[in-house]
């Protein structure tokens, strides 16, 4: 196994994407006692979007955004659009330091800047993904959020492709791992409603967020179980209070030959930006000026079949409820209620470290109004692994 897999199967974020562009023939240095690798994929995405009416703006044409499908009546419209901002590249080090491994993982990618445009050049800004080291036992830096299981996420051509239900997040924190058990201490940030799908970010808590995860292995089924506790602070000049949050997460995946079952169910009050990429608040305002958690629920579930040695296919349908409280400032008739989408996809490795996909889309959103509005989207994509 490479020493890549080895970080991140150590540090529990081994995953099918992130699995596949390790498994290519990365570039290996030697500098001294230090392993170094550079790997990462260059990758084209061609998508067919139709959208109810209006057409939203950002990473939502870019990949799929479960809060910004549109809700307003009207004629669809569909739109063609074409980039390879996905693209990303990693570095990785291994040495020994006082008779213990000492690892570094390092990556970008460029997907979600908006410091770039269409017209001419198409040049964007990269941006930081993973930037951690390992020693012994601890972790230091910014990776996957230890609430979040990678080994459950579900091929797709999608950026992420079970979105409406997952956790996705990346953050700095510190991260203690004994056998099974994960412990660590998380940035934080709250997020507040603001009518509609629109949030207000706040930077005022007081404690980190806490995690503790336990991973099960069990002939074909991995398993994880997970528990979060989290602080909610807003102090504004108006409002000055405190909520808790917690979450819990039961992800994972069972093998059926070289087939598997990927699944997870995610609950909890306060989650906000930890879910479905942020489409509820974690927390919204009463009249009072007190914080109330919105209640969120979320769940996935996938089956990837390999038809042969070259071909392969996986389907997907994830979905997300949350609990609104309309009486509270800032839960309008606008803000989303749920989301689910349904995704099929076939994949040809065309060549070594070659992939070539196609993936159908269909997804719903309903806001509290009890309006919704469809997407439906054809996607193509080019992989190639280095």
């Known amino acids: 196994m490479t020493l890549i897999k080895q970080t991140l ?66 004629s669809s419209n569909t739109y063609f659009d074409m980039h390879a901002k996905q693209t990303r590249i990693h570095l990785g080090t291994e040495s020994m330091v006082g008779g213990k491994k000492l690892k570094s993982y390092f990556e970008i990618d460029f997907m979600t800047q908006t410091n770039g445009t269409e017209n001419v050049t198409n040049g964007y800004s990269p941006e930081l993904r993973h930037a951690f080291f390992e020693y012994d036992k601890w972790l230091f830096g910014q990776t996957w959020s230890t609430f979040m299981n990678v080994g459950a996420l579900p091929e797709s051509v999608d950026f992420i492709g079970n979105t409406d239900g997952t956790v996705f997040v990346r953050q700095a924190q510190v991260r203690y791992t004994r056998g099974p058990w994960q412990f660590s201490v998380e940035n934080p940030s709250t997020t507040t409603a603001d009518g509609g799908t629109d949030k207000v970010v706040h930077d005022d808590n007081e404690l980190p967020d806490f995690v503790a995860r336990y991973n ?29 949050g917690w979450g819990i997460s039961v992800t994972g995946k069972y093998m059926i030959g070289k087939n598997d079952i990927r699944f997870g169910l995610n609950t909890g009050g306060g989650l906000g930006r930890y879910l479905a990429i942020n489409t509820s608040a974690g927390a919204a305002i009463d009249d009072n000026g007190n914080l109330e958690a919105i209640d969120s629920l979320g769940l ?13 296919s996986n389907f997907i349908y994830s979905m997300l409820d949350v609990d609104n409280n309309t009486n509270l400032n800032g839960i309008g008739n606008g803000t989303t209620k749920s989301t689910n989408s349904l995704r099929a996809n076939l994949l040809f490795d065309w060549a070594k470290n070659l992939t070539l996909g196609g993936e159908f889309t269909l997804a719903n959103r309903e806001a509290e109004s009890g309006a919704d509005g469809d997407l439906t989207r054809l996607q193509f994509m080019a992989m190639y692994k280095f």
């Open 9 to 74: 199967f150590q540090t529990g974020l081994a995953s099918a994407a992130l699995l596949t562009v390790m498994s290519a023939q990365a570039v290996t240095l030697n500098a001294g006692d230090t392993k170094v690798k550079i790997g990462g994929y260059i990758k084209l995405d061609a998508l067919f979007s139709d959208f109810d009416d209006r057409v939203p703006t950002g990473s939502a044409r870019e990949f799929y955004v479960p809060g910004s499908t549109p809700v307003t009546s009207g």
């Open 216 to 244: 099960l292995k069990n002939n074909d089924l991995s398993l994880s179980l997970i528990g979060m506790l989290r602080q909610l602070t807003v102090q504004d000049g108006t409002v000055d209070d405190t909520e808790t």
């Open 300 to 312: 996935f579930a996938s089956y990837r079949h390999h038809w042969n040695q070259k071909f392969r």
